[in-house]
């Protein structure tokens, strides 16, 4: 656009020829960009490195800006509440390692089995049993030694009377029902999975956790 050369105003001349903000006769002329004092305008390589360097700048602001977003993301979503993390099978850790619906008497027969019914006369013999609903079961794998050093006397009322009958002892449990087990053998009622129970020959009720058991049991002799 062109200007006054006396005042420098944008060029507005009336019929006369004079300016109409300073009342001079003058003349057009271009106005001086910005360069420094230089015509032509600002130089390209200055121009170009402004740039670049702005650029730059945006660039690590942008970077900056989305490493920052990810992190509280991340710290969000750490800290919420919600379901456990699924495993590549499609299921929670937890039911990874008990199968939905098992129970500690399930449990028992897997880990103890397969088992075999006594159905005549009483029980004895070294396997472990367990006695359920008024049934006896002996394990086909596994006893535990009654030499153990785990053995204590049992305070838990698992057994709430014991008549001893030579190598046999008639027992009854924490629901009313009798058992006929051999004298040191190793038994289990299912009323309570988790403990191990065997009458001494002074008729004491000893116990052992289920865990120690696992631990010290021995494979039955074939």
């Known amino acids: 656009m062109d200007v006054c050369g006396n005042c420098g105003a944008p060029l507005d001349v009336n019929e006369d020829g004079e300016c109409r903000w300073c009342r001079a006769k003058v003349r057009a002329r271009r106005p001086l960009r910005h360069s420094g004092g ?120 698992n057994v709430t009377s014991v008549t001893d009958s030579g190598d046999h002892a008639t027992i009854t449990d924490a629901d009313g029902v009798d058992y006929t087990v051999g004298i040191n053998q190793a038994f289990i009622v299912s009323s309570n999975p988790g403990t191990v129970l065997l009458i001494t020959p002074s008729s004491t009720v000893m116990s052992m956790p289920l865990a120690q058991a696992t631990a010290v049991r021995q494979p039955l002799a074939r």
């Open 38 to 157: 230089r015509p032509g305008g600002v130089r390209p390589g200055i121009s170009w490195r402004w740039n670049s360097r702005l650029a730059a700048i945006a660039a690590v602001a942008i970077g900056l800006a989305a490493a920052l977003g990810i992190g509280i993301s991340s710290y969000v979503g750490s800290h919420q509440s919600g379901p456990p993390t699924a495993t590549a099978s499609g299921q929670s850790a937890a039911n990874q390692a008990v199968a939905p619906g098992s129970t500690d008497l399930q449990a028992l027969r897997q880990d103890f089995g397969p088992w075999r019914q006594l159905t005549a006369g009483p029980t004895d013999g070294p396997a472990l049993l367990l006695l359920e609903s008024g049934g006896a079961y002996a394990s086909e794998r596994w006893t535990v030694p009654s030499t153990s050093a785990w053995w204590a006397q049992d305070l838990g009322g």
